[in-house]
């Protein structure tokens, strides 16, 4: 099956600095990836979708100034978190949808980043 | 819209035993149904998916599904869990296409031994 990576899986950084996280397709290419939100015993919340040479759709409520989305080749998008705070810390994950299964709605996900910001 | 609700936030079963994972949907649009797995610290992997046809559905590490139209559900199910099954399951569903995928809030499986 299509497979979707993450980077890095773990980051601490400190409150004021910026953070970047690299989702990418490995064996497919991905004109649309997802970037979820998933907080301690909590479902993922949709933050955004990252399409490929165009600007993301963010969800209602999410800062896009703030979580800032690149989607610059077919296989890579990433997520920046700019000027973290304690409460963006989170455990981000992405997906796409496999180019065989566009119809089906069936998403691929990576392993998942966890932010601590301190 | 779409929404999606897990009866039980969490689930305590012995192993061997059988365990039913609940889950019920609301849609004005004909869905596609899934259910993923989440392991601890790890992302999302599919466990089975509804699309059409048979609606009896056979995944990965011996669970099922069964899509009840009807009753607008599609419960999990493994006759004899494992150790290993500890985990948080989430049932979703999408419209199909690029559509995202609305996730429910999930269930978390025990197993104890």
């Known amino acids: 099956g299509a497979v979707v990576s993450q980077h890095p899986s773990w980051v601490i950084c400190k409150s004021g600095t910026s953070v970047k996280i690299e989702c990418r397709s490995l064996?497919?290419?991905?004109?649309?990836m997802f970037w979820y939100r998933q907080f301690p015993k909590q479902s993922l919340m949709l933050m955004a979708t990252?399409?490929?040479?165009?600007?993301?759709?963010?969800e209602q409520g999410v800062e896009k100034d703030k979580f800032l989305i690149n989607h610059a080749s077919l296989t890579l998008s990433t997520l920046t978190v700019t000027s973290a705070h304690p409460e963006d810390s989170s455990f981000y994950i992405c997906?796409?949808?496999?180019?065989?299964?566009?119809?089906?709605?069936?998403?691929?996900f990576g392993e998942g980043s966890r932010l601590t910001v301190l | 819209a779409q929404s999606v609700t897990q009866l039980d936030s969490q689930v305590p079963v012995f192993e061997e035993a059988p365990v039913e994972l609940r889950c019920n949907y609301s849609?004005?649009?004909?869905?596609?149904l899934f259910w993923y797995v989440q392991y601890p610290n790890q992302g999302l992997q599919l466990l089975l998916k509804?699309?059409?046809?048979?609606?009896l559905v056979k995944g990965i590490n011996g669970f099922e599904a069964e899509f009840n139209k009807s009753q607008t559900s599609v419960h999990l199910r493994k006759p004899s869990v494992h150790i290993s099954d500890t985990a948080e399951y989430f049932c979703?569903?999408?419209?199909?296409?690029?559509?995202?995928?609305?996730f429910g809030t999930g269930t978390r499986l025990t197993i104890i031994p």
């Open positions: 990252s399409n490929e040479g165009s600007k993301a759709t963010y």
């Open positions: 997906s796409a949808p496999g180019t065989r299964t566009t119809i089906t709605g069936e998403l691929f």
């Open positions: 064996d497919f290419q991905a004109t649309t």
């Open positions: 509804y699309l059409s046809g048979s609606t």
């Open positions: 979703a569903v999408s419209g199909g296409g690029n559509e995202k995928l609305t």
């Open positions: 849609s004005s649009v004909s869905v596609y």
